[in-house]
């Protein structure tokens, strides 16, 4: 498969967005680079010029359905989108074990899951017009199975690998590629915040690699370490009954 040559990424302005950015900068490449932090994002776009790349940046809300549609469009006629990654997330969990706040539930699912329909629905049809193009879903290992610590962002994270999995034979159809990536623990400022222990946890640069190797194989599904992919596999065969006082024992995250 040839390298994307216009690519448009979400969430761009730390973590694994960042890095994607940077991996995929090299002369000839167009990024379109959508972030809510102004100075990180420039940072991000200073550094992928400085390897050749052409950028352009979007100050822009995931959550805002029709400013995603504006800018999706505006970039496509720019330069038509080859690659979509929408990598726009947030975490967040129960802190002292007791229930989410109800607007903090509803703020993961506009951000998580809302901003991913923002993403990919404007995206597709563009794509589905030209007969190619490839998108790429965020999801995470943690969409595998709920853990107390953080339902909502788990709840989340499962909705957006279950869309992109049932939309990739369909979009396929219509020459577009759809993978969902499933990272574990990742180094960024999402799990800087967390105080337990993150088993294999990985610089984003890393993860950014083999997501673009992924992504060059159209994999259906990109996750890793493969270590935490096999156990949220068990995890998530195992019967709930067998494992709920083990899950109510797990630590939990900070709101």
């Not at 990919?120 to 290992?141: D, T, Y």
């Amino acid at each position: 498969m040839h390298a994307p040559g216009a690519i448009l990424i979400t969430g761009a302005s730390g973590g694994i967005g960042k890095a994607l950015a940077e991996t995929y900068a090299s002369p000839g490449a167009v990024l379109f680079l959508g972030g809510r932090n102004a100075a990180r994002l420039q940072s991000v776009a200073d550094a992928a010029s400085s390897r050749g790349a052409e950028v352009h940046t979007k100050i822009i809300d995931v959550t805002d359905r029709d400013a995603m549609a504006l800018w999706i469009s505006e970039a496509h006629a720019t330069a038509p989108l080859d690659l979509v990654i929408a990598n726009a997330g947030i975490s967040a969990g129960t802190g002292d074990g007791g229930p989410e706040p109800a607007d903090q539930v509803r703020r993961v699912y506009a951000v998580n899951v809302d901003g991913v329909m923002n993403t990919v629905l404007p995206a597709l049809p563009l794509m589905q017009e030209r007969g190619k193009g490839q998108i790429g879903i965020v999801s995470s290992l943690a969409g595998f199975r709920g853990f107390p610590g953080a339902p909502a962002y788990c709840g989340s994270k499962a909705a957006v690998k279950v869309f992109g999995e049932g939309l990739r034979p369909t979009a396929a159809r219509s020459g577009v590629e759809v993978s969902v990536i499933c990272p574990g623990y990742v180094r960024s400022p999402m799990t800087d915040v967390n105080t337990f222990p993150m088993p294999f946890l990985m610089d984003a640069d890393k993860a950014a690699e083999i997501i673009r190797r992924g992504l060059e194989r159209n994999k259906a599904r990109i996750a890793f370490p493969w270590p935490m992919h096999a156990m949220v596999i068990l995890l998530q065969a195992l019967p709930p009954s067998w494992i709920d006082g083990l899950m109510g024992r797990l630590p939990t995250k900070s709101g």
